[in-house]
């Protein structure tokens, strides 16, 4: 069950409209490191999570709370937008043309289509989609895709932050930047239980069934020898790295048999 409260969870308004910097912060909102990715992941990990009930509690408490950010970040691009123009003969074009070549960096969707107001979008007016989010069913692999989420989301907030002057703005940001550092803790430490569990290698059960002469061999297929720097290293799992200067073509040149001759596959 979900409840709205219409408090917002921090403070989410600008000193002054800015239709640039509220495009900026569509990224936040409908990019693929977004907020909206975030509830989704992290909301549809939780659901599907059948395991020690403080990882799907962890889970569903921080996709919840993404979803205050997603309130957050739409309340402050609706308060970025107000008495923003939408016609190109608006006075204010006219009479200022500095104001115009700003405005002109301004999304067309948030006039367009959504009355002044955010969007599911990135800057660039493509939606947002499934394929951000990820929830597969193994809490090591979605663990360690949050840190990665919280991690890029925080770099781009941060990016975002340099890029206004505006104190509301920069106070939401600095909220948001407190929370993201929380998240990607959080996420450490959940994803260090379990590959105390259940291992480092993601699925853990299927190590005896590869073949095992390949499983830690760096193999130079670049013109650098970088990769080199790892050979005697040992691997997070305990076993050494090897190094293998030439790597070899072990399976053979491929023989496959025409299709058939319906389907015009005209190969020489």
Do not use: C
Request: charged letters at 25%; proline letters at 4%; a negative charge.
């Amino acid at each position: 069950m979900f409840k709205h409260t219409r408090k917002l969870q921090y403070n989410a308004k600008p000193d002054r409209p800015d239709p640039l910097m509220a495009r900026r912060l569509q990224e936040s909102l409908g990019g693929q490191w977004g907020e909206v990715t975030g509830m989704m992941s992290y909301l549809s990990q939780g659901w599907s999570s059948t395991g020690d009930e403080k990882y799907k509690d962890l889970l569903l408490d921080t996709g919840t709370e993404e979803i205050a950010h997603v309130e957050m970040i739409s309340t402050m691009i609706a308060y970025l937008l107000e008495g923003a123009p939408f016609s190109e003969k608006d006075a204010a074009y006219e009479k200022d043309p500095a104001l115009a070549s700003v405005m002109a960096g301004m999304d067309p969707e948030h006039a367009l289509v959504h009355g002044m107001t955010a969007s599911l979008n990135n800057p660039n007016g493509f939606g947002w989609n499934a394929g951000y989010a990820t929830s597969s069913g193994n809490l090591v692999a979605d663990m360690r895709f949050n840190v990665t989420r919280e991690s890029e989301a925080r770099l781009q907030v941060s990016r975002l932050y340099y890029m206004t002057e505006d104190e509301g703005v920069r106070d939401m940001l600095k909220f948001l930047l407190a929370r993201e550092t929380q998240h990607q803790l959080q996420f450490m430490k959940a994803q260090e239980e379990l590959e105390e569990k259940y291992g480092v290698i993601v699925p853990g059960d299927m190590k005896e069934i590869e073949h095992k002469q390949f499983s830690h061999v760096l193999m130079n297929f670049s013109d650098g020898e970088g990769s080199k720097a790892f050979e005697g290293q040992v691997a997070k799992d305990g076993e050494k790295f090897t190094y293998q200067e030439n790597p070899e073509a072990m399976g053979g040149i491929p023989k496959t048999k025409p299709a058939d001759k319906r389907l015009h596959n005209d190969q020489g």
